[in-house]
T-cell receptor
Framework: EAGVTQSPTHLIKTRGQQVTLRCSPI?????VYWYQQALGLGLQFLLW???????NRGNFPPRFSGRQFPNYSSELNVNALELEDSALYLC????????????FGDGTRLSIL | GEDVEQSLFLSVREGDSSVINCTYT??????LYWYKQEPGAGLQLLTY?????DMKQDQRLTVLLNKKDKHLSLRIADTQTGDSAIYFC???????????FGQGTTLQVKP
């Protein structure tokens, strides 16, 4: 069974640009979650999508947004990039919203210059 | 708000047992998790325990849960150099889908 796949693996952007990160969940999983792992800040919850709907959002500004497609894959969009957006962005998926364990991908490393 | 605390560093000799400890605050958490992160990689789910269990064993891993003290531990038997990594404890926040992570414990295994 293929795990959670994320693309791209690395990305370099400059301040003010926009970026789109992609995630494909494990087959059969309908929930997708996004987390940010920034140096010194730990792992922070960003967004949760289930069945195409945004179910919950973490304490991040509106320039962080995303969507989930009918095939359950997901995109995370970040507009007006700032230096502090440099981080590892991790996507996870689960079979049933809330209770099942979340399985993570290897992440996208975003560097802002 | 909810919080998860872990010690930051643990050093053991190869072949010894490692015990990584975690405390959490949300008594309504249904599941508690242990994840492993190797350098440059994502999070690997190691094991998890349902809140009505006291203990779960999975090969070299033993998870102990003390609900009264809100304390979770992960014991790794016969620790190997390949176990060197950062270990995260996490709890699920109600039905929000949000995992709350501890700061991570860096496990160093000396040959």
């Amino acid at each position: 069974e293929a795990g959670v796949t994320q693309s791209p693996t690395h990305l370099i952007k400059t301040r003010g640009q926009q970026v789109t990160l992609r995630c494909s969940p494990i087959s059969g999983h309908t929930s997708v979650y996004w987390y940010q792992q920034a140096l010194g800040l730990g792992l922070q919850f960003l967004l949760w999508y289930d069945e195409g709907e945004e179910r919950n959002r973490g304490n991040f500004p509106p320039r962080f947004s995303g969507r989930q497609f009918p095939n359950y894959s997901s995109e995370l969009n970040v507009n007006a990039l700032e230096l502090e957006d440099s981080a590892l962005y991790l996507c996870a998926s689960s079979r049933i919203k809330g209770g099942q364990p979340q399985h993570f991908g290897d992440g996208t490393r975003l560097s802002i210059l | 708000g909810e919080d998860v605390e872990q010690s930051l560093f643990l050093s053991v000799r190869e072949g010894d047992s490692s015990v990584i400890n975690c405390t959490y605050t949300d008594s309504s958490s249904t599941y508690l998790y242990w994840y492993k992160q190797e350098p440059g990689a994502g999070l690997q789910l190691l094991t998890y325990i349902f809140s009505n269990m006291d203990m779960k064993q999975d090969q070299r891993l033993t998870v102990l849960l003390n609900k009264k003290d809100k304390h979770l531990s992960l014991r790794i038997a016969d620790t190997q150099t390949g176990d060197s990594a950062i270990y995260f404890c996490a709890e699920i926040e109600g039905n929000t889908g949000k995992l709350i992570f501890g700061q991570g414990t860096t496990l160093q295994v000396k040959p």
